[in-house]
């Protein structure tokens, strides 16, 4: 949540959820059923939350699962779509491919890092949405 001085504005969301009542990785495989205890619903109060305040970028995690998200237009039929990374597990270490450049595996504090990096902008394009541009029944879910 932002100040109250006109110059501060909320660039990302956050929520934390508790570990010991909810396991992403339990729920992962079914984007479909809309159950209370679904990945879908847990996803939707973020989205809904990112679409209030207008920002692409937003994460929610369980100390123990990490889920990275961010709103992008598609192009070719003008929907939006809530890109969700894969899980990132609190124990997950940055490591590369048999030494390229290419990652294998990323940390929580790595992709926090990345994240806060690209709401820094002063630029608001990078990190911002107009809710109003996307309506609420045409959201579509986008895994990698």
């Not at 909810?22 to 992962?28: A, I, L, V």
């Not at 709103?71 to 990374?85: D, G, K, M, P, Y």
């Not at 048999?98 to 926090?112: E, F």
Request: include cysteine.
């Amino acid at each position: 949540i932002p100040g109250t001085g006109s110059h501060q504005k909320v660039r990302m969301v956050g929520e934390m959820k508790s570990c010991s009542t909810y396991k992403m990785e339990d729920n992962w495989a079914d984007f479909s059923s809309m159950d209370s205890g679904s990945i879908r619903n847990l996803l939707g109060q973020i989205a809904r939350d990112m679409r209030a305040y207008g920002v692409k970028y937003g994460y929610v995690s369980t100390y123990n699962e990490t889920i990275f998200l961010c709103i992008r237009e598609r192009e070719a039929n003008q929907e939006f779509a809530l890109c969700c990374s894969e899980i990132i597990k609190h124990t997950n270490r940055v490591e590369s491919e048999n030494g390229k450049d290419h990652l294998h595996t990323i940390s929580v504090r790595l992709a926090l890092l990345y994240l806060l990096s690209r709401v820094s902008h002063e630029d608001s394009r990078e990190w911002s949405i107009n809710p109003d541009s996307i309506p609420i029944s045409k959201w579509v879910a986008a895994r990698p």
